[in-house]
C-alpha cells in the first residue's frame, strides 16, 4: 500500500504531457501552453490620447500667463478609428482628440476637455504645460517580442483577451486527452431504469462524466461492464487503442469480480500502485504502458461513490493537470481550521466532506458533515471542500489548521 502523498507524487513522476499542437488563439480557450506566448505588436501600437481633449505641441505654449495669453486654433478632429497615414499636426494649432486615438506627428501633449479653456474654436492656454502629460507611449505597456504567459500555463478568458490584444493569432498548446469511462457491476443499472430487486442506479457514470466535462474533456458517455473477465479485457483492449485514459469505477479491488487490474497488466500495463493508504478509496489501482504513439494510462477506481468522488478531485485531476501539462505543483491545497473535532484513521489519511465558511477576519472555518460513509453522496449538495486528515490516533481536536481543497461547483 502506497501513502497518499506517493500516490499523488507518482503521477508527476510517471506522466508525460501530451504532444502540442497549434491552434488559432480565439480557439484555445481552457488549453494549456506549450510554449511561451510572446506578444506579436507593441502595447500600445501607436503613441495615443489617454482622455477625450486636445493636442497640441507643449512648446507653442511655453511662454503662455494670465498677461499674456496664447491662443492655438482647433484645426482637426481625431477620432480612435483607422488611418491611412500618421495623422499630423501643423505648429501653433490644435486638434480635437478623443481617448486611444493616434497622437498626431507635431503633438507632444494632451488636456483633458474638462480642464481647457476653449473660445470658439480657439484653445486658449494662460500657463504652460508639460509635455508628454495624458498621452500613452507606444510600448509603454510591454515591447514586441514580451512574454505575457509562461509554458504551463492554462489560457483562461483573461489570458485570451491579452494574446489577442498582443495580436498572437496562433498558439501551441497541449492537445486534450482522450479519456474513456467504465461503469462496472451486474448490479448497476442505468439512471431511470426500472430496478429489479438487488439492483441499484449508475451514479458513478453521472458523477465522472460531470467531474470531467468540469475540467474542460468532453467525453463519451461511460460504457457499463458486467463482471465478466473476457468482456472486461476486450473493451480496456478497445479503450486502449483509442484513448490516453481510461478510468474505470467497480472491479478494482481483490473480491472474485474485480477483473480490471488483472485485465489492464494483461494488455501490458505497469502497476505503478494498486492501494493507497486514504480513506474512502484504498483499492485503486494506477497503471500505465509506453505505446509508439504515447502513454496510455488507467486508473481503476473501487464502485462506491465516495470513494469514485475522492479518486476523481485527486487522482483523476492530477492526471489530467500532467497530461496537459499544467504547471502546478499541486491541486490547490490550502490551509484552515476545523470548527468540530473529527476521528482519525489508524493507517489511512481520512478525506473528509466539509463545510466552508469566512470568519469576521477572513479565516477558512471548517465544518465536518454527517454521512462520510464511501457509499454515502447526499452530503455532496452541503459539501463545500475536502479535508486532508493525516493518519494517527484519537480525535483531531477543534482549531487544528488542516488542508482543505475545493469541490468542484
Not at 480565439?26 to 511561451?36: E, Q
Not at 494517527?392 to 488542516?402: F, I, M, R, S, Y
Request: net charge negative; proline share 7%; hydrophobic share 45%.
Amino acid at each position: 500500500m502506497i501513502s497518499l502523498e506517493d500516490a499523488l507524487a507518482a503521477y508527476t513522476d510517471t506522466v508525460r504531457p501530451l504532444p502540442a499542437v497549434e491552434i488559432p488563439t480565439l480557439d484555445a480557450c481552457g488549453y494549456v501552453l506549450a510554449d511561451a506566448a510572446r506578444a506579436a505588436t507593441d502595447l500600445p501600437r501607436f503613441d495615443q490620447s489617454a482622455l477625450d481633449g486636445y493636442c497640441f505641441a507643449s512648446r507653442d505654449v511655453a511662454d503662455a500667463r494670465d498677461a499674456a495669453p496664447v491662443r492655438l486654433p482647433i484645426v482637426q478632429t481625431i477620432a480612435a478609428s483607422g488611418h491611412a497615414a500618421q495623422p499630423s499636426l501643423a505648429a501653433g494649432t490644435a486638434a480635437r482628440i478623443f481617448t486611444g486615438a493616434m497622437l498626431p506627428t507635431g503633438a507632444d501633449a494632451m488636456q483633458a476637455q474638462e480642464r481647457a479653456q476653449r473660445d470658439g474654436d480657439t484653445l486658449v492656454f494662460t500657463k504652460s504645460f508639460p509635455a508628454g502629460r495624458n498621452i500613452r507611449r507606444q510600448a509603454e505597456e510591454l515591447a514586441k517580442g514580451t512574454v505575457l504567459a509562461e509554458a504551463g500555463s492554462r489560457i483562461g478568458p483573461g489570458l485570451l483577451a491579452s494574446l489577442v490584444n498582443a495580436e498572437v493569432a496562433t498558439v501551441r498548446v497541449h492537445r486534450r486527452p482522450q479519456v474513456r469511462v467504465f461503469v462496472t457491476g451486474d448490479e448497476v443499472r442505468p439512471a431511470g431504469a426500472t430496478l429489479l430487486p438487488g439492483e441499484i442506479h449508475d451514479s458513478n457514470g453521472p458523477l465522472i462524466t460531470a467531474l470531467l466535462r468540469a475540467q474542460g474533456i468532453d467525453v463519451p458517455p461511460p460504457v457499463h461492464l458486467g463482471d465478466d473477465p473476457v468482456q472486461v479485457r476486450a473493451a480496456l483492449e478497445q479503450a486502449f487503442a483509442e484513448a490516453d485514459l481510461v478510468i474505470s469505477a467497480g472491479g478494482a479491488s481483490v473480491g472474485d469480480k474485480d477483473f480490471l487490474p488483472a485485465a489492464a497488466e494483461s494488455l501490458g500495463l505497469r502497476r505503478v500502485f494498486w492501494k493507497v493508504a486514504q480513506k474512502p478509496a484504498k483499492p485503486m489501482f494506477f497503471g500505465l504502458r509506453e505505446d509508439a504513439d504515447g502513454q496510455k494510462l488507467m486508473l481503476a477506481l473501487p464502485g462506491n461513490p465516495g470513494a469514485v468522488l475522492i479518486g476523481m478531485v485527486l487522482h483523476v485531476r492530477r492526471v489530467l493537470d500532467q497530461l496537459v501539462g499544467l504547471a502546478r505543483p499541486d491541486l490547490g491545497w490550502t490551509t484552515g481550521v476545523l470548527e468540530h473535532a473529527v476521528e482519525r484513521d489508524d493507517e489511512r489519511a481520512r478525506l473528509v466532506r466539509m463545510r466552508l465558511r469566512h470568519d469576521e477576519q477572513g479565516v477558512a472555518r471548517l465544518n465536518p458533515l454527517p454521512k462520510q460513509d464511501s457509499h454515502m453522496l447526499s452530503n455532496l449538495g452541503r459539501a463545500d471542500v475536502l479535508v486532508w486528515v493525516e493518519a494517527g490516533t484519537g480525535e483531531v481536536a477543534a482549531g487544528t489548521p488542516l488542508r482543505w481543497l475545493a469541490l468542484p461547483e
